[in-house]
């Protein structure tokens, strides 16, 4: 139950993370542009920190430098792109069928939310695998 709780918080903060750097690129530009750039961006500011946590505290991984980061960042932002496609498939339609930064945000939220699912799982079985060798400095 820990595990669970941990791991909702670690996706309310980054889920938070995502939408305050969407709400501050919004903030200078809320074009097609900005828009597109806000998600982006957003994207890889709870990605990040999402990494940082999960690697932590959620899969209990201990290994360090660059060559550990080196393999298994680029496996978790591979497990990420199509969590992301949900995520940001939601956030999209919202924005497309009510025009409304509320109704934007809480499609972000769910999509955000299915994603996270999926993702927890597909990065138990192909990122943080238990007994994988993993390099440290």
Not at 68 to 75: E, N, V
């Amino acid at each position: 139950m820990a595990l669970v709780f941990r791991y909702s918080a670690f996706a309310v903060l980054a889920t938070l993370a995502n939408l305050g750097t969407q709400r501050l690129v919004l903030s200078v530009d809320d074009g097609a542009a900005g828009f597109a750039l806000a998600v982006f961006l957003g994207t890889m500011v709870g990605l990040v920190l999402k990494y940082l946590l999960d690697k932590q505290w959620i899969f209990n991984d201990r290994s360090t430098g660059i060559a550990a980061h080196g393999r298994k960042f680029p496996l978790y932002v591979t497990m990420g792109i199509m969590t992301t496609a949900i995520f940001w498939g939601m956030e999209t339609a919202f924005w497309l069928a009510f025009h409304s930064d509320a109704m934007r945000e809480l499609g972000a939220v769910l999509g955000l939310t299915a994603g996270y699912i999926v993702k927890y799982w597909l990065d138990r079985r192909f990122v943080f695998v238990k007994g994988a060798v993993a390099g440290s400095a």
